[in-house]
């Protein structure tokens, strides 16, 4: 049995103005309020995430293994977060793969960018996201050229930064898989073929997000590892 399966087993004002009634704090009425569960922005907890950041030109055998290992993920305490790719053949079976999982302790999260994207053959899937607005802001910040940039890469670019870092830009995954042809796992590896990954590969690097290809054997049993490593807060 892998590791995978196996890791279920802020006082009092007193005034300093000319009334002889203590002035009333300023800041007393205008506290916010508690965040609620209800809120949109409130985290669905755990957030643990492990992301899945795949291209178009998935093949079907690659497909097929994620969904195996989304159903051993989601029986530990991780989450997962899986970028559309825009590609029905591949983002519908794995669609199907996620809401069948219905998992009671875990975040899915499939993120689009936008809420009509790929309205012509997504279904009505609960786990569905759109890109979160501080990943947005995180983008904006990471980009000198936000302001001139085309909206639909800014757009794009902020789906790759929910990817890596979550819906508030900060809650890093604790690991990114992907898959090529080429097996590039660094900023450095990557060749014309995995060009398209440079951000995501550059936010990895900055926010220490390790990157496993799929297309290495020993894949899984990195990620293995890399769960097993977590430091959880012992019970």
């Known amino acids: 049995m892998s590791t995978i399966d196996n ?3 802020m006082g009092t004002d007193t005034g300093y103005g000319h009334s002889s009634q203590p002035a009333k704090p300023s800041w007393n009425n205008s506290l916010p309020p508690m965040i609620q569960d209800t809120d949109p922005s409130y985290p669905v907890p755990p ?3 492990i992301s899945f950041f795949m291209p178009k030109d998935l093949p079907s055998h690659i497909a097929d293994r994620l969904t195996q290992l989304f159903g051993s993920l989601l029986r530990s305490r991780f989450s997962v977060r899986y970028k559309l790719t825009g590609e029905p053949k591949v983002d519908l079976p794995i669609i199907a793969a996620l809401d069948d999982l219905r998992p009671a302790s875990t ?3 499939i993120i689009t ?3 009509d ?3 012509e053959y997504l279904p009505k899937s609960p786990n569905i996201v759109r890109t979160g607005y501080n990943a947005k802001r995180v983008t904006a910040a990471l980009h000198r050229d936000w302001v001139e940039m085309k909206a639909g890469v800014r757009t794009f670019r902020s789906l790759e930064t929910h990817t890596v870092l979550g819906k508030t ?3 890093p995954a604790i690991a990114l898989l992907t898959w090529s042809r080429d097996g590039s796992e660094r900023i450095e590896s990557l060749t014309p073929e995995t060009k398209y990954n440079k951000y995501v590969y550059r936010l990895c690097k900055m926010f220490n997000v390790p990157i496993i290809n799929l297309n290495d054997s020993s894949a899984i049993e ?3 590892r ?3 490593s977590y430091p959880f807060v012992p019970e």
């Open 7 to 9: 890791i279920n087993q």
């Open 169 to 171: 830009g900060t809650s």
């Open 107 to 109: 975040t899915i999260e």
């Open 113 to 115: 960018p936008f809420g």
């Open 117 to 119: 994207f790929g309205k």
């Open 222 to 224: 990195r990620l293995e």
């Open 47 to 49: 957030v643990i995430p």
């Open 226 to 228: 890399i769960m097993a």
